[in-house]
């Protein structure tokens, strides 16, 4: 699936969308909030550093995530460059420093992107794909990263050190539900 969306001819917004699904994917399952706060400072020596929004904002304690970036990614970023509003530091074009000053505004954009680019990986993407009707959304690139691992047979403590979670507990539940929902599709495809 991933790789089938390198290749794909898309307009303008759902190639968007693909690129950040992908940087998703290939960054651990990076969410949206932490991707729209990313900016050139968080580039350290060939690696994305950063701390996640979500512990920030529940107060939890906060870790630094250090991630590696793949080929893949850095063509992403390169890409998003482009498409950057003057002066403005953040790595992906989804907040305009003008525009975007305070959190409540920031919430707005953030939630207004996550909508077109999981219509456009709706309504484009995932027909191309030979999906139909099965639709794609930006969080299954983070299923999707956390099921490769567990398919290339990592540990769930790998597993779950990647993602985020705090106990390998949440990261079986969080594997657990995706599975029921696969095996509920495959019940689907069992009716005469």
Known sequence: LVLKMFRLDLEVKALVAAKIFLFTYYNRGINLADIANLKDTNIVDGKLVYTRSKTKRTNKRATVNVIKLLPPSIEIISWFKQLRVDGSEYLFPIYNDKV?????????????????????????????????????????????????????????????????????????????????EVLDNADEDALL
């Open 100 to 180: 975007h000053k305070t959190d409540y505004q920031k919430y707005i954009r953030k939630k207004t992107f996550n909508k077109d680019v999981n219509k456009a990986l709706g309504d484009v993407i995932a027909p191309m794909l030979g999906l139909g009707d099965v639709g794609i959304t930006l969080y299954q690139a983070r299923h999707s990263y956390a099921q490769t691992l567990k398919k290339a047979g990592k540990s769930i403590a790998i597993i779950s050190e990647a993602m985020g979670h705090k106990t390998e507990a949440t990261t079986r539940h969080y594997l657990a539900q995706f599975e029921n």
